[in-house]
């Protein structure tokens, strides 16, 4: 095991995973963080509370269709909303590096103040360091963020509840931030332009809630993709998944952009994109529902639980062949081979 | 060891050109080929165009699997 | 995608499928030589849709495995010399030298940049006068032309602060080499894009030496089950020759521009490739006229002494002699994330595939 931080520990995937375990979980060691969902599930005097944080280092700053600012509101409410919990209030923690230009600083609050009121949430605390020129890239920020769950939706971050049958629902394309950001950074062009997905997913994630239609597992797809999650949610589990790589909804520009690169749309980054496992019973009850609100016009059915394989996420690839889905491996670069 | 990518050509300026591929523009670098014009298809591999792709030679390819499918067919017309 | 989507049509590919199940009879041997083909034959899944007598094998056609650890040393040791930027394909980062890698040193302060084209390096240097900056050439005939070109433009620019150390090597001293050892291969997927470049004249002296059957293939699934299914009647048939599936991009005199440029620019030398050994004139090092552009003679630098990783059987995996199961470091210590040899580290070895998409 390396000795020292790699870029690899941050990008979400294996490596990220190793070193919590083992720098971390090791030492905090407690039942609440040792579950290992994307929210805490806190109980105080028998009311349930969801509690988590993130942070948020991306470089560019502003980058197609949103900032860090709307990021890191959209990323700790859809944390939250995804362990089936109602987003109250959050805090930002600013750390700055001299020299940042005010007027991007509060394009940037201004920007996380829309997206909160979209969401309807606060921002009620918050703190501000600042940093000597090249002690960080130009502005991080940290947000967390307190949501109130019901009991009966408790189960949901754990996944406990999946069977054999269930099937495996996204909202939409997948890939676009993890190429928007791509892109701005490269300075590259398209013919119709890719912007982030970034967006605040409570209110999608309560109307399928309210339904009744029944949920048994929700995760965001973040860093390290969709490929990492179906592949955690297998890892020693008595199911298997089988995603249909035909059902994965992805842009014809961000397909052409993996194909360049090489990379493969499963392991890109997304800031609007939740995982939902359903009954199949509600599964389209389901994605009717979803369809219906704006962060869900694309969404698809693209796989499902299976007896088979177990502890094993598989793709049947679009010409019909099956192989292993497996969790990112350090950073995705660009390759020649 | 050959990661390339069929693009194609948008617009030439000297040794350079645009390229798209599914809509994303990357510049071309023409040094290793000539003859090439604007809706061209080339192969991209690390930035450079190395052959210009032959419409005539990927459609024959394909209709020459698809002719095997249409055998497959009679051949099990005839069985039945 | 135009040329992508149609090669990737499920029906066409089924198709395929059935027909190979149909005419096979022989338990055969297939080894690709490219690692762009062990990408996307596990990619798709491609060995799921083939019957149970038809084994797949991947050769030494992933540059990254076949480079020399000492390649590997002699980077680390260039990118901690002062005022020197490394730029390099993504390929080679994660690479383990004897004691470190080019990741490691990135993060230990080195400047070393991944680039996509020779030319974003040439700019580099450009824009860093000041700095010397090594390009890594690591390739074979499909990439070799990309630092031919570089050189002939620093030549012609006089972007004199910019060097390249070359791994180049070409294919057919490999081809040669399996074939020599014996091992039991009954026929190859040839690789498509470096014989783009060279031409499908580039088998005939092997041809003259060898009963070699071999199918120069695309990298769309289609192109594969094609190939496969080209190789597989070859050899039922007892008929063994060279033929273009991948017509669309090959043909017998390949891409004559590049290959003047490569001649111009480079000279055969004797390379090692891991695995295989020294093989004459595998390799590709900078002429005479261009040697103030060579790393290797220009810029001084002490390296290590070359380490190989103990319990690493890359080079017989390489060979195809051993399977990645047979390895005993294989899932236990070498994973993705912690690989000890070259076959694990890169995106097209075969220990990373079977890792990554292998039931």
């Known amino acids: 095991m390396s000795k020292t931080i790699l870029l690899g520990h941050g990008s979400g995937g294996k490596l990220t995973s190793d070193l919590i375990k083992k720098s971390f979980i090791e030492y905090f060691d407690n039942p609440v963080l040792n579950a290992m969902t994307d929210s805490a599930v806190i109980n105080i005097n028998d009311k349930l509370l969801a509690f988590t944080t993130d942070s948020y280092v991306v470089d560019p700053v502003f980058f197609p269709g949103g900032d860090i600012g709307k990021l890191s509101v959209c990323g700790t409410i859809n944390d939250l909303a995804v362990s089936g919990a109602e987003p109250v209030f959050l805090s930002a923690a600013f750390i700055i590096e001299e020299g940042f230009s005010i007027d991007d600083l509060e394009t940037i609050t201004q920007s996380m103040r829309e997206e909160a009121d979209k969401a309807g949430v606060r921002i009620v605390t918050g703190d501000t360091k600042v940093v000597n020129k090249g002690q960080c890239d130009k502005i991080f920020i940290n947000t967390a963020g307190i949501g109130i769950l019901e009991r009966k939706f408790e189960n949901i971050s754990t996944g406990n509840d999946i069977q054999p049958g269930d099937k495996i629902i996204v909202n939409g394309y997948i890939g676009d931030h993890g190429i928007a950001v791509m892109g701005a950074r490269e300075n590259l062009k398209f013919e119709a332009e890719i912007v982030t997905d970034c967006a605040s997913l409570n209110h999608l994630i309560k109307s399928v809630l309210d339904s009744g239609a029944d949920i048994k597992f929700m995760r965001d797809i973040t860093r390290g993709g969709l490929a990492t999650i179906v592949s955690e949610i297998t890892a020693n589990r008595k199911f298997g998944i089988t995603i249909n790589e035909s059902d994965l909804p992805v842009r014809e520009s961000v397909r052409g952009m993996c194909e360049i690169f090489g990379y493969d749309p499963m392991f890109l980054a997304n800031e609007g994109k939740v995982l939902m496992i359903v009954s199949a019973q509600s599964s389209h009850k389901a994605l009717a529902i979803i369809k219906e609100n704006k962060y869900g016009r694309d969404s698809a059915i693209i796989g499902e639980i299976t007896p088979d394989n177990p502890g094993k996420a598989v793709l049947q690839s679009i010409v019909g062949g099956s192989r292993i889905i497996d969790k990112l491996t350090g950073e995705m670069l660009p390759r020649i081979c | 060891m050959c990661l390339s990518i069929p693009a194609k050509i948008l617009s030439i300026e000297g040794k350079t050109a645009r390229a798209s591929v599914g809509g994303t523009i990357i510049n071309v670098g023409l040094h290793m080929i000539d003859d090439i014009k604007e809706g061209d298809y080339v192969l991209v591999h690390a930035g450079f165009a190395l052959q210009k792709i032959s419409d005539d030679e990927a459609q024959e390819t394909l209709k020459l699997i698809r002719e095997m499918e249409n055998i497959n067919q009679e051949q099990e017309k005839d069985d039945t | ?359």
């Open chain 3, 1 to 359: 995608m135009k040329y992508i989507d149609e090669f990737r049509d499920k029906e066409l590919v089924q198709e395929l499928s059935r027909k190979i199940k149909q005419i096979s009879g022989k338990k055969i041997t297939i080894m690709e030589v490219c690692g762009g083909h062990t990408m996307a034959i596990h990619k798709f899944g491609i060995p799921s849709l083939l019957p149970g007598n038809i084994e797949l094998l991947s050769g030494p056609g992933c540059p990254v495995c076949v480079t020399d650890i000492r390649f590997i040393d002699r980077s680390v040791a260039y990118s901690r010399l002062d005022n020197t930027i490394i730029t390099t394909y993504g390929d080679l980062i994660r690479v383990p030298g004897s004691s470190s890698s080019l990741d490691k040193e990135k993060a230990g302060g080195a400047d070393v940049r991944v680039v996509y084209s020779t030319l974003e390096a040439l700019d580099i240097a450009k824009q860093n006068k000041n700095k010397k900056v090594i390009f890594l050439g690591i390739g074979f005939e499909t990439t070799t032309p990309s630092s031919a070109i570089a050189i002939l433009e620093a030549s012609k620019k006089n972007i004199n602060n910019f060097f390249l150390y070359s791994s180049h090597k070409v294919m057919p001293p490999a081809m040669a080499a399996l074939l020599d050892e014996g091992i039991k291969i009954d026929g190859y997927i040839g690789p498509g894009h470096v014989t783009t470049v060279a031409g499908a004249k580039m088998y005939d002296d092997l041809t003259k030496k060898y009963n070699l059957s071999i199918v120069i293939s695309g990298f769309e699934p289609v192109d594969i089950m094609q190939s496969i299914y080209f190789l597989v009647r070859q050899l039922e048939n007892d008929k063994p020759k060279v033929e273009i599936q991948y017509k669309r991009a090959v043909d017998y005199e390949g891409n004559l521009i590049a290959q003047h440029m490569i001649n111009e620019v480079f000279e055969p030398r004797d390379d090692w490739w891991r695995g295989l050994g020294v093989l004459q004139k595998s390799g590709l090092g900078l002429r005479k006229k261009y040697e103030s552009f060579d790393a290797e003679k220009k810029i001084n630098v002490r390296v290590e002494k070359p380490k190989e990783p103990k319990g690493c059987i890359c080079g017989e995996i390489l060979k195809g002699l051993k399977r990645p199961t047979d390895c005993s470091l294989f899932k236990r210590v070498c994973t993705p994330s912690n690989p000890v040899g070259t076959c694990m580290v890169s995106n097209e070895g075969t220990c990373q595939a079977y890792y990554n998409f292998k039931f």
